[in-house]
Nanobody, 120 residues
Framework: QVQLVESGGGLVQPGGSLRLSCAAS????????MGWYRQAPGKQRELVAV???????NYADSVKGRFTISRDNAKTMVYLQMNSLKPEDTAVYYC??????????????WGQGTQVTVSS
């Protein structure tokens, strides 16, 4: 099994910043990609940013220039630095990882989600 645990959400004023973190653990042979998705009330879950192992990052157009995704050297953690936050960024943010397990199975794993609220 693979577990993803997010932290760092909260309430912030428009124009402010937050940094989300996600730690992966468990029966991991290789993490192929990690990313962040978000889901606002009444809307579908959408990609925010993704960082593949050995590949280039990809961002949703709505967050380009404001959000930065990164991974640690051990590549078991992923971060999302969010600057210039807007009320429309309010959502539950989910960490995602595509993992090859020690049993050589490839799976898609999700964290429990962390709430980000941008409001004055």
């Amino acid at each position: 099994q693979v577990q993803l645990v997010e932290s760092g959400g909260g309430l912030v004023q428009p124009g402010g910043s937050l940094r989300l973190s996600c730690a992966a653990s468990g029966s991991i042979f290789r993490i192929n990609a990690m990313g962040w998705y978000r889901q606002a009330p009444g809307k579908q879950r959408e990609l925010v940013a993704v960082i593949p192992s050995g590949g280039s990052t990809n961002y949703a157009d709505s967050v380009k220039g404001r959000f930065t995704i990164s991974r640690d050297n051990a590549k078991t953690m992923v971060y999302l630095q969010m600057n210039s936050l807007k009320p429309e960024d309010t959502a539950v943010y989910y960490c995602n990882a595509v993992v090859t397990t020690t049993a050589q199975a490839i799976g898609d794993y999700w964290g429990q989600g962390t709430q980000v609220t941008v409001s004055s």
